[in-house]
Nanobody, 122 residues
Framework: QVQLVESGGGLVQAGDSLTLSCTRS?????MGWFRQAPGKKREFVAS????????HIADSVKGRFTISIDYAKNTVYLQMDTLKPEDTAVYYC??????????????????WGQGTQVTVSS
């Protein structure tokens, strides 16, 4: 059974940076981040292959967010720079037992973290 534990959310000001962490126990191949803003559907943010060789970033955050993995720690990071108020959302870590070479979509995620709140004030 795979478990995902997230950390790193919080309240920041526009322009600030924040790093989210997600530590996985159990075996999974691809991992990623999704987010859900109030009143909106959950959307893809970023995903990465197990070895870190391939990453996918949503257009809405490209150039500002970076996903990386520490294989030894089974931990995936989401580095968020130049945060904007529209980045405010609950961020969820996800993992899949599928081997994907494309961006992970919500339907492909087999496991989810509990979510961590990110609030960006203007």
């Amino acid at each position: 059974q795979v478990q995902l534990v997230e950390s790193g959310g919080g309240l920041v000001q526009a322009g600030d940076s924040l790093t989210l962490s997600c530590t996985r126990s159990g075996l999974a191949f691809n991992m990623g981040w999704f987010r859900q803003a109030p009143g909106k559907k959950r959307e893809f943010v970023a995903s990465i292959t197990q070895g870190g060789s391939r990453t996918h970033i949503a257009d809405s955050v490209k150039g500002r967010f970076t996903i990386s993995i520490d294989y030894a720690k089974n931990t995936v990071y989401l580095q968020m720079d130049t945060l904007k108020p529209e980045d405010t959302a609950v961020y969820y870590c996800a993992a899949t037992s599928r081997i994907l070479w494309t961006a992970m979509n919500e339907g492909q995620a087999d496991y989810w973290g509990q979510g961590t709140q990110v609030t960006v004030s203007s």
